[in-house]
């Protein structure tokens, strides 16, 4: 059974040629916030009878004109709400494929509040679990779990952190949005909270089956899989953690090289395991250019 729905957050959706899934996502939404704001990144190919829907359910439905990255369309649904409700506290962040259990806004608060009542300045809060995998605790105080970087999707965020820490880096287009937040955060003091129950179910990106040329890997009688991206994503992902690694790494220099360690990792596994390396290590090569020269927004050939 869930709890009552929060008067004081409301949940923000970035969205891209969504799939019907978006209006049950959004259900669970409702159920939960004061508000749910459905933010059309400039789709393609939009569904309109997905939007449609979602608006008759009581959604703010706010379109882009064109493909402006996850960071802008976060930035300008968090702006709705917070015009839309002056005494709104704090802000949910969600993928369109991401759902949220019964009870999963009231976990993420309560903990907000048990970390503010134990004198913890509050960045962000983030579910214990996401798609089964664990947050990372860094440590405890007095009970509260204090965490490691969070994925963006089913972060709940105060209104209050927002004042301080400013908006999402729309320079950063897409990938490492959550990441750059999260730095700008704790080099304001503020901390990310786990919130030990809750779990969010997300999607971590497309499963395939591995294989090398033509063999196909197996892990007993079933065939091994490997997680990987849109090849366009891996320009992405490369171009901003070096962009990230040239602004942080004297600051956070352990977060800098973990984080370009376990994605070369990444890379290179994919690379060998899963089709479509040859696209995608161009548009990493592409990405590695881009971030040693500075570059940031969207693709160029965007």
């Known amino acids: 059974m869930g709890r009552a729905k929060s008067t004081v957050t409301a949940a923000v959706v970035s ?4 799939q019907a899934n978006l209006i049950r996502n959004c259900l ?3 159920e939960q916030c004061s508000e749910v704001v459905v933010v059309d990144d400039g789709s393609t190919s939009p569904d309109e009878a997905v939007y449609a829907q979602l ?11 064109s493909n402006m990255g996850i960071a802008a369309a976060l930035n300008k649904g ?20 991401s759902l949220v259990p019964p009870g999963f806004v009231h976990a993420l608060e309560h903990a907000a509040a048990a970390a503010a009542a ?16 664990p947050s990372r605790p860094l440590t405890t105080h007095k009970g509260v779990v204090i965490g490691d970087e969070p994925v963006q ?10 004042d301080k820490v400013g908006q999402f880096n729309e320079k950063l287009f897409i990938d490492g949005v959550d990441s750059e937040f999260y730095l700008r955060a704790k080099a304001n003091k503020l901390l990310c909270i786990i919130a030990p129950g809750p779990e969010l179910v997300h999607s971590l990106g497309a499963m395939v089956p591995a294989r090398i040329g ?20 891996y320009y992405f992902i490369v171009r901003n953690r070096v962009l990230l690694a040239r602004r942080f790494a004297l600051q956070e220099p352990y977060w800098s090289m973990r984080g370009l360690v376990l994605d070369l990792r990444h890379l290179l596994l994919v690379s060998v395991l899963a089709p479509g390396r040859r696209e995608r290590l161009s548009y990493a090569r592409l990405g590695l250019r881009d971030g040693l020269l500075g570059r940031s927004g969207p693709r160029p050939e965007q």
Do not use: Y
Not at 55 to 65: H, K, P, T
Not at 78 to 97: G, I, P, Y
Not at 155 to 161: G, T
Not at 214 to 233: D, E, F, I, N
């Open 55 to 65: 608006g008759a359910l009581g959604c703010v439905v706010l379109r882009l004109e």
């Open 214 to 233: 033509s063999w196909h890997l197996r892990r007993g009688r079933k065939p091994l899989m490997v997680r990987t991206a849109a090849p366009w994503r």
């Open 118 to 133: 134990a004198g913890l300045s509050v960045g962000m809060v983030s579910p214990g679990k996401v798609s089964g995998l």
């Open 153 to 162: 999707s089913g972060l709940l965020i105060p209104v209050a952190s927002l």
């Open 28 to 30: 669970a939404l409702l």
């Open 15 to 18: 969205t891209f040629n969504p």
């Open 78 to 97: 968090v702006e709705v709400a917070r015009l839309r409700n002056a005494a709104l506290e704090f802000v949910l962040t969600m993928d369109q494929d």
